[in-house]
């Protein structure tokens, strides 16, 4: 598959895609003020994996919602693309989620009594894909994530492991540039985490998609090629996983 | 996105709740039956009063004796009554009229082993075609028999149906009364009107009546019936001038009879069905109005327990308008299936019932219409609250949400 970011990565550097400048994101106001971002910057080349990691309450969920356009920042710019992306309004950054973002979480959040294949086609329908070709679509990253077989299985009937796969499925059926994890092995266990890692790191190799992760485990961090550090709302180490989590 | 999709959507939501959907869609089932069926029942009723009325005979005049109030509640005051030379003037001075004099009671009825008190008329053969009440077999008095007030007799058809059982009434002879008489001829059948059987009757010669039952030369009404459509208010203003001569009314006096056109009772009765109607209607409506309220409150717990779906939805790239879009056409499918079921039911129980209480069933396209339309608003207007509540909802808090 073309991706367009192959080329370039082959020419030399790959170009920048996530860039945060100074960016804050502040709740409350006052004496409860509370600063979940607190002047962070950052840029994020195509095709890289990284691996945000951090204790609770670090900002990195809040990072990762940001670079998601789930949210917007209260300060600081959010360049996506070349394009400002933080000062958009709520529908804007719909529409960059529908057509530049997949998501995966850790709880899969699959529709419940909904078709696999319905599931996976859903962010197709809201973007206007005729039925057909939605379809077909849907039947081919249902088929990539190695689920060709369970097209008709609602969640209920499908396991931790399956569940999260259909989930990359979703996220990837719009062949989004980037997609974003939000903690995807928290609720496997081992066997199964390592399957859906393999699952991240084939899809990175074979589209060169960019996969920023949350994550708080440093087995699951090590598949990324790089680790952002967060603590208390600041990005305090930068680096390669052997380099951050030695 | 597409419009169909938007449907799919909101259908696949409402078939994966089905009892929630049925219960919800419910109110409104009952709120459009209720009100179509109640509408059509009120017009059915009102047409069943005109055509009653129109059967008594068209062209009608009353005459009785008292002082009348106007209204459908009159109140009759005791005065003289009417005699045949009254009903004599009438035909003499009166142009393009027939005239019927009838004089009413009740007597103890004998057919052979059945007996049974029947209302008894006295009146004329007039009476056949003014009432609007022809023979079905037989013949009708003789002028012999009327002048001399022979005992014969033509009877309804409910005696011949309870109390000859199958015999041949023709020629036969009963007690009526003390009186043995001949049944001359049979009456064509009236059904029930207004709670009374217009079969259960006997017609004597106003003669008999009033020498052999009565004991008194009374007419109690006068049944005048205007010969030319259209001539009823010249009729009823003669007899009135004729009447206050006879009577010495003095003019400015008031009149000790009055004269009622049957026009005017039947104004009288379909304003009162009329206004019942909408009454119905209005109750009926209010029922609509609280099956609104229950879409809206499912469709606001549904949203509150889909707020995680909505997050979903809004991370994958729904934007605001997507999903009020959904919620709002998810509510409008629920009351318009709720409106053409509650329309199949009201149509259904209004031909049953009109079916089984025998009055005309009348299908008024209008009130299906405005209560079809009715429905799909209050789908609109009630669901629109809750779309927009889930519209709103932040992403990441949605996708939080338990």
């Not at chain 2, 009447?243 to 003019?251: E, T």
Request: proline letters at 4%; hydrophobic letters at 45%; glycine letters at 10%.
């Amino acid at each position: 598959m073309s991706d367009g970011y192959g080329e370039v990565r082959e020419s030399g550097v790959p170009p920048t895609i996530v860039e945060l400048c100074d960016v804050y994101k502040i709740y409350g106001r006052g004496a409860t003020e509370v600063r979940a971002l607190d002047g962070v910057s950052l840029t994020i080349r195509a095709g890289e994996f990284v691996a945000i990691m951090g204790p609770s309450g670090s900002g990195k969920s809040t990072c990762m919602n940001i670079i998601g356009c789930l949210d917007s920042p209260s300060a600081g710019q959010y360049i996506f693309s070349g394009v400002d992306v933080g000062t958009l309004g709520r529908d804007e950054r719909a529409l960059v989620r529908r057509h530049f973002m997949g998501f995966v979480f850790q709880s899969y959040n699959l529709l419940p009594r909904t078709s696999a294949l319905s599931n996976v086609e859903l962010p197709l329908v809201y973007e206007g894909v005729r039925p057909a070709l939605r379809h077909r679509r849907a039947v081919s990253a249902l088929a990539a994530v190695g689920l060709a077989d369970r097209q008709a299985a609602t969640s209920a009937e499908l396991s931790g492991g399956q569940q999260q796969r259909v989930a990359i499925a979703r996220a990837l059926v719009t062949e989004p540039p980037v997609l974003l994890a939000d903690e995807p092995t928290g609720n496997l266990d081992t066997v199964m985490a390592r399957e859906v890692m393999t699952q991240l790191t084939d899809v990175r190799r074979e589209r060169g998609v960019t996969i920023v992760m949350v994550t708080h485990e440093p087995d699951i961090a090590r598949y990324a090629d790089r680790v952002l550090l967060f603590t208390d709302g600041k990005l305090v180490r930068d680096g390669t996983p052997a380099e951050v989590l030695a | 996105m597409r419009v169909l999709d938007v449907l799919s959507l909101s259908t696949q939501a409402i078939a994966r709740n089905k009892l929630r959907s049925f219960l919800t869609t419910l109110g409104i089932i009952i709120g459009v039956a209720s009100v179509v069926a109640m509408v059509h029942l009120g017009q059915s009723a009102t047409r069943s009063v005109t055509e009653r009325i129109a059967s008594i005979g068209s062209n009608l005049l009353f005459v009785m004796p008292g002082t009348s109030l106007r209204g459908p509640g009159a109140v009759r005051t005791s005065a003289e009554n009417f005699d045949l030379s009254d009903v004599d003037a009438i035909r003499r001075e009166v142009d393009g009229v027939e005239v019927a004099p009838a004089l009413a009671t009740t007597a103890r009825v004998v057919v052979g082993n059945a007996n049974d008190t029947i209302p008894v008329l006295g009146t004329s053969n007039e009476y056949l075609s003014v009432r609007n009440h022809p023979l079905d077999y037989g013949r009708a008095f003789e002028s012999g028999e009327l002048s001399s007030g022979a005992s014969v007799c033509i009877i309804g058809k409910t005696l011949v149906d309870e109390m000859f059982l199958g015999q041949e009434p023709l020629g036969a002879t009963i007690r009526v009364g003390r009186t043995a008489c001949r049944v001359i001829g049979v009456l064509s059948e009236k059904g029930e009107s207004m709670g009374q059987d217009r079969d259960k009757t006997i017609l004597m010669p106003i003669k008999a009546v009033q020498r052999r039952l009565v004991g008194k030369l009374d007419v109690s009404v006068i049944y005048v019936s205007a010969l030319v459509d259209g001539t009823t208010k010249r009729v009823q203003s003669q007899i009135e001038s004729l009447l206050r001569q006879r009577r010495r009314v003095d003019s400015g006096g008031v009149d000790d009879f009055y004269v009622r056109d049957t026009q005017e009772i039947a104004e009288a009765l379909e304003s009162t069905t009329n206004t019942l109607t909408v009454l119905l209607g209005a109750i009926a409506a209010v029922s609509l109005l609280v099956g609104g309220i229950g879409i809206m409150n499912i469709m606001l717990v549904s949203v509150t327990e889909r707020t995680r779906e909505i997050g979903i939805r809004l991370a994958i790239g729904a934007r605001a308008r997507d999903v009020l879009n959904q919620f709002l056409v998810e509510s409008i499918v629920l009351s318009t299936l709720g409106g053409i079921i509650g329309l199949l039911l009201g149509v259904g129980g209004t031909w049953l019932l009109t079916w089984k209480l025998d009055m005309p069933f009348v299908l008024s396209p209008l009130i299906m219409v405005v209560g079809f339309s009715f429905s799909v608003a209050i789908g609109v207007v009630f669901g629109f609250f809750p779309a927009r509540k889930a519209a709103r909802l932040n992403p990441i808090d949605a996708l939080r949400h338990e």
